[in-house]
């Protein structure tokens, strides 16, 4: 066992709106992991190879950016942040996400379920394009993201506090007696997530095996009293992203983990458990499966817009630096296209863009969403049912 029990008293409460059963005291054990800042473990050599396979799909599949693709890396940090969502539950497929994304933009209303995965998504760009940059990780970095994530949730109050309370999961609502797992005590918290922050910053262990270990470590200490899931998938690429070894691409590794979600969990609770080695194989598993799926993905993406080009090629004769062509370029990233998007993206003027759009909606590049004149939003051909693929892991 990577830590040590430590036996607490559930105070009895009559003032709880609770059945009578669960207002009584009890005892529970909390799990107080082992710090990991300067954790060391020797691979065998069977895992050492799987972590050095895996760590080299993810230089392939980042060896293929350039700055023209940047578009197909916010797609894959998209499919990341979704598929997180649906570890948690939160299930909302790609077209009636990307569909509500531009009507938030407009300024109407979205469902509660759709705010809060719209809310990872944002949270993993925060994660991602600015946590990964800070000279030193921080607790308070950590706290941003999950700020980031919780803002529209049914329970924002907790967005962006550590907790103060005891945590807990499975048994019941009202206590932690008889839970499947209890994290630390509340106290314990500060004091393990300085721990985890400093083992961000080592580069003593291989980035696959450094994230794996933080990632379940998150776990673990559940800093916060909801979204730990999210938030600690989303520090996974913080590290990643930090040791370099996916500075442009993401390996979506929560689709892989959302495939087989009771997998991942006995994973996560097999490492707590002592048996390291059982999870960083499978993490790194997990993440080769994903790059395999992310180089199939832009492969299948590239292939839509050589399509998209020929269609608007064989429409109407147009110049080399046309706006068509640069909207082409982006839609990648926006599956679902305005106006404002379109003109603040391509960096062309309004009534260029304007005109693209119609441009490639004749060549049935752009599918129209309503007939109406207003607030007009267009979706890419045949783009969104790639996205719901890979979302599914590939099936």
């Not at 147009?318 to 982006?330: E, F, G, K, T, Y």
Request: aromatic share 6%; with cysteine; hydrophobic share 45%.
């Amino acid at each position: 066992m990577r830590g040590e029990l430590v036996s607490r008293t559930w105070q009895y409460d009559p003032a709880l709106y609770a059945p009578a059963r669960y207002r009584t005291a009890c005892r529970y054990d909390a799990f107080i992991p082992h710090p990991v800042g300067h954790f060391e473990d020797s691979l065998p050599a069977d895992l050492a190879g799987m972590v050095s396979d895996a760590e080299a799909a993810i230089r392939s599949l980042n060896d293929r950016s350039r700055p023209a693709l940047r578009p197909l890396a916010r797609l894959l940090l998209r499919a990341e942040s979704i598929a997180s969502s649906k570890v948690e539950g939160l299930q909302v497929d790609a077209r009636n996400l990307a569909r509500a994304e531009v009507s938030a933009d407009a300024g109407r209303n979205i469902g509660p379920v759709v705010a809060e995965v719209l809310s990872n998504i944002d949270a993993m760009e925060l994660a991602v394009e600015e946590t990964s940059t800070a000279p030193h990780l921080e607790p308070a970095h950590l706290v941003e993201v999950h700020a980031a994530l919780m803002r529209h949730a049914p329970n924002s109050s907790i967005a962006g506090r550590v907790r103060e309370v005891q945590n807990w999961i499975g048994g019941n609502d009202y206590n932690p007696c008889g839970a499947a797992f209890v994290p630390p005590p509340p106290e314990e918290v500060p004091r393990l997530l300085a721990d985890l922050c400093e083992a961000a910053e080592g580069d003593h262990l291989p980035p696959l095996v450094q994230a794996a270990i933080i990632h379940a470590q998150f776990e673990t200490i559940h800093p916060f009293e909801d979204g730990n899931g999210r938030t600690g998938r989303a520090l996974i690429h913080v590290v990643l992203r930090r040791r370099g070894l996916s500075p442009s691409y993401v390996p979506p590794i929560s689709v892989v983990l959302a495939t087989e979600r009771e997998r991942y969990v006995r994973g996560l609770t097999a490492f707590r458990e002592g048996d390291v080695v059982g999870w960083i194989d499978q993490f790194c598993v997990a993440a080769a499966q994903s790059a395999s799926l992310a180089e199939r993905y832009l492969s299948e993406v590239a292939d839509r817009q050589a399509v998209w080009r020929e269609r608007l090629r064989t429409h109407v004769p147009l110049r080399s630096d046309a706006a068509a062509w640069a909207v082409i370029d982006q839609l990648p990233g926006h599956p679902v296209i305005t106006l404002p998007v379109a003109t603040a993206v391509t960096g062309r003027s309004k009534s260029s863009t304007a005109v693209a759009l119609a441009q490639l909606e004749d060549a049935g590049v752009l599918v129209p969403l309503s007939a109406a004149r207003r607030n007009r939003a267009w979706e890419a051909d045949g783009l969104l049912d790639l996205l719901a693929e890979l979302e599914a892991g590939g099936r």
